[in-house]
């Protein structure tokens, strides 16, 4: 499948805008590549795919309703073939329910329609801002360990035991945030605001989806290390019989 879009001549981030809707799509590529943005289109899934193997983008803006495909799906299916570009969806769909389900489909943040053009700017700029931060931080930072797991910031590796486990960026910072304060009960507002940086309008159920991802992965077969403490978040530490027998 050839590309019929010029190479972008901006020499800032690749941002690729994948939108059916002609008009949002070139007010959208209007408004980035006047932020200095280099901008790739396209109006399908289909188009999406080969545009994140050709050009790597470095950020994805999202429509959910596609002609050809669900957004939703789409980033999942990306996840699950190993690429962790972020992405910002864009959608109609206002209640939480759908933002949650956007997010746990390995989604970075959410807008939605109608949406003010510096609000997509914000977003945009927020997303790279912390996904750069996090890989500054991260060529510093020995591993994070807790028993037999371990997360490496800087190559983005994670395993349990023998076993390397495959997680999506924000799996990978909620696990990273459960890491750096070990045997700790965080709460879920906290949870919230270290990994996603916002409060969420309040609503927590993003944490126990994502928790729940992540309990998945990481203590499937061995034992629990990511523990419910009801009414207030979760703590990662040791079931209570091995921790009682562990060495001091």
Known sequence: MESTLPR????GPTVLVVEDDASIRALLTAA??????????????????????????????LDVMLPDTDGFDLTRRLRAQGVYTPVLFLTARTGVDDRIIGLSSGGDDYVTKPFHVQEVLLRI?????RSNAAGSAADSRPPL???DLSLDE????????DRPL???PTEFRLLACLLAHPERVLEKAEILQQVWRYDFSGDTRIVDTYVKNLRRKVDCGSPALIHTVRGVGYCLRLPRDERDSAPR
Request: hydrophobic share 40%.
């Open 8 to 11: 972008p001549s901006a020499t």
């Open 125 to 129: 700029r927020a997303i790279l801002r």
């Open 145 to 147: 360990r807790y028993a």
């Open 32 to 61: 980035l590549s006047a932020a200095g943005y280099a901008v790739e289109c396209a109006a399908r899934g289909q188009e999406a795919l080969f545009e994140i193997g050709a050009r790597r983008p470095d950020l994805i803006v």
């Open 166 to 168: 495959k997680l999506s």
């Open 154 to 161: 800087h190559t983005h590796h994670v395993r349990r035991g």
